[in-house]
């Protein structure tokens, strides 16, 4: 399915009922049980056309989710390229000006120039810093299976291996390579800080399916550092798939273009053409080299494709 055809399943609500938090930080709620525990941070909408975060959001704070020991935040990241959704061009409102999944680094902070993720980003830091574990939910552009991202630390995947879903992982030895994710931000992107940081990317924006998944995952995120109760029987255990990123690609020229049609997970042969971008070929760097996230359209700048392998 082509992310042109893809169905609207899941549209934007009103969130202004959510704008007054209790933090002294627009869209961000915070609940302390009073007991000894974790502060886990549940985010939505770092993108702003990613639903499937914003409904799960949406549903710990509309039925009401406390936690029973530490703290819980949730919070909702770029409401304002939220707000700017036009169904007939679904995939701008992804962001205003900057990538807000880019610009976490202390040079960033200081350098970038002023835009409207600059100044959510800046708002957003001290909740960013406050968190013992933070859950960024994501979803993707294209439908292919939903998948969880995160810094090669051992203690980011225990946390993915013991919550098994999704069964897809994308472990960074060396960080994203094209800007520092929220994830990435302060302790959490250093080998020896503690607590756990990771993306999970849900599957493709518009489907029930990714909103279900991420609601399913964010409470299990919270079952698992004992903030809540599990609400029922646990699913059954599942083969993992993990892989590794060895390079990010990001286009050059307008003239980009993929070797075949591709929306994620093909798989290469070292040597392989994967893409051309004006004169440059790339090749596949190591036999199957396997596809994450490759770009939908030519954009200068913009990241093109994920270059992974697959590891044990």
Known sequence: MSPE????????????????????????????????GPHVLINALTHGNEFCGMVAAAHLL???????IGTLTVSFANVGAYDSFDPSEPFKSRQLVHNLN??????????LP????????????????????????HSTSQDVPPFWVY???????????AIGLPDVHLVMPGGLGSGTPLIQHGRHGRPDGHGTAMVVECGQHFLQSSADLATGVALEFLVHFGLIEPAGPRHAARPQRRFELLETHVIK???FRFSMPVIGFEVFRKGELIYTDGALEVRAP????????????????KEAVYLTRPIA
């Open 5 to 36: 055809s893809a169905p609207f399943q899941i549209l934007p609500r009103d969130l202004s009922a959510y704008r007054q938090g209790n933090t002294g930080i627009d869209y961000v709620h915070r609940f302390e049980s009073g007991r000894p």
């Open 62 to 68: 509309d039925t009401g989710v406390r936690p029973r």
């Open 102 to 111: 880019r610009i976490w680094s202390e040079e960033d902070f200081a350098g």
């Open 114 to 137: 002023d835009s409207p993720e600059q100044h959510r980003a800046r708002d957003l830091r001290p909740a960013i810093a406050a968190a013992d574990h933070i859950l960024d939910i």
């Open 151 to 161: 810094p090669a630390f051992e203690r980011n995947a225990a946390v993915a291996l």
């Open 253 to 255: 020229t307008p003239q």
């Open 286 to 301: 190591v036999d199957d080299c396997t596809l994450f996230m490759p770009s939908r359209e030519a954009t200068v700048g």
